[in-house]
Every structure is written in C-alpha cells, then in structure tokens.
DNA sequence: AGCACGATTAACT
DNA sequence: GTTAATCGTGCTC
C-alpha cells in the first residue's frame, strides 16, 4: 500500500471531466517532498468544466489565472482564495476546452508524520478532510501552479489505487457555490467516497 | 486606482 | 449557528 504504484498517464486526465472526478476517487494523491513521500487515497472530488459552467472560473474566460485551464490536461491548476487559503486541482479533458477538478478530501497514508506536524492541532479525522486543508498538509502552494502530474521531476503526481465501487460513492452539489445560479449551483458533480469503500 | 468577493477554515456564542 | 481572518483576482470607474 505504501510502495509506489504506477503513475497516471495523460490520457486519465484528457476525458470528460465528470468521468475523470469519479475516477479519481480510491487513487494515491502523492506529494514528494525532499526525497520523501507526503499523501492518501482520494476520497471527495468536483467537477468544473467550460465557461458556461457558471460555478467554474472559467466563466470569466481565458484570464492569467485560468491559462492553465485551457492548457494540457494532467496539470495542476492552484488558486489563493479567502486570502489565505490555497485549492489544488487537475486540469482535465483536451487542450482548449477549460475543465479541471477539485481535489477535496485524501485519507493520509504516507508521511503521516508530516502531515501531523501540520495539521496535529485538529484530531485526524480532520487532517485532510477539506480542499484547503489538503495543501497545508501537502504543502501545497502557488508553485505548484502549472506543475505537470505525469512527470515525477513536478515532486506531484497520482498513482493507481484501489478501485471504489459504485454501491460505495455518493454524488451532490458542489460545496460553497452559494451564490452561482441554476442550474449550476445544485447540479450533482461532488463526487464522495465512503471511507469504507477504500483500503 | 478602487472595490467587492471568494470552489474555506477555525474559533466563537 | 455566526463570524473573523486576509489578499489575489477580475470588474468598474
């Protein structure tokens, strides 16, 4: 389970960004970090796509913070929000088309003494279990931004897992769109994995 | 140049 | 349930 598995290549990514949401779920969200290994299973992600997705960046268009969207998928796009917090995300489907999806909860299994000396004021069941709180964990930051996911040199990448199944994944609203219109702001593209669905 | 707000979190009452 | 923290971004003047 520690041991490095093989590591997505850009084809995952470069698919519709729901199908790539729902199967992100149950693979290793792995962060190098000095030679070490720093992550977990991902257990909760959300889709954004196109600009007319009016809870997506994007709906702006092509600005300096959303080039990266528009760009090749399997990079990571990583915004600064609330002043001080930072949002990890993988750019998916084809070059051009603006897409990419919100990692929002790991389950910690590798470099747990790390992420505790960051997160250890919380108990553990609230280490990583919000977007923010993942990249404190991870550190995670703006340099991150534009880092590709299929080369390890980017010290950020997602290796293969242990598949969940559908009887173990519930779907909903995205989180915090309080005030984008509908449909947008209830359409189901949350994407939740029971935690005793993985491992 | 100024402004309102945000894909959140933690600490309150 | 409510609210402060805190600043980059995109929009308006």
């Known amino acids: 389970m520690l041991d490095p598995s093989p590591i997505l290549e850009r084809d995952f990514y470069n698919r519709p960004a729901l199908q790539v949401a ?18 977990g299973i991902i257990l909760e992600t959300e889709a954004y796509r196109g600009e007319e997705d009016l809870g997506c960046h994007c709906k702006a268009g092509r600005t300096p913070r959303t080039a990266v969207m528009y760009g090749q998928p399997g990079h990571v796009y990583v915004y600064f929000t609330y002043g001080m917090h930072w949002m990890l995300n993988f750019v998916v489907e084809q070059s051009g088309f603006p897409a ?26 609230l280490w990583t279990n919000g977007p923010a709180k993942i990249c404190q964990a991870l550190r ?15 010290n950020l990448w997602v290796e293969a897992g242990q598949p ?25 593209w949350r994407f939740l994995a029971a935690e005793s669905g993985v491992g």
Request: charged share 30%; proline share 7%.
């Open 22 to 39: 729902r199967e992100l779920l149950g693979m290793r969200l792995v962060r190098s970090e000095d030679g070490r290994r720093v992550g």
């Open 100 to 125: 990419a999806v919100l990692i929002r909860a790991i389950l910690p299994d590798v470099g747990l003494d790390l992420i505790e000396a960051r997160r250890g004021t919380q108990p553990r069941q």
């Open 140 to 154: 995670i930051d703006k340099s991150f931004n534009g880092v590709d996911l299929c080369e390890t040199t980017g």
């Open 164 to 188: 969940v199944f559908d009887t173990s994944v519930t779907t909903g609203p995205r989180v915090g769109l309080n005030k984008v219109p509908e449909p947008w702001k209830s359409i189901p």
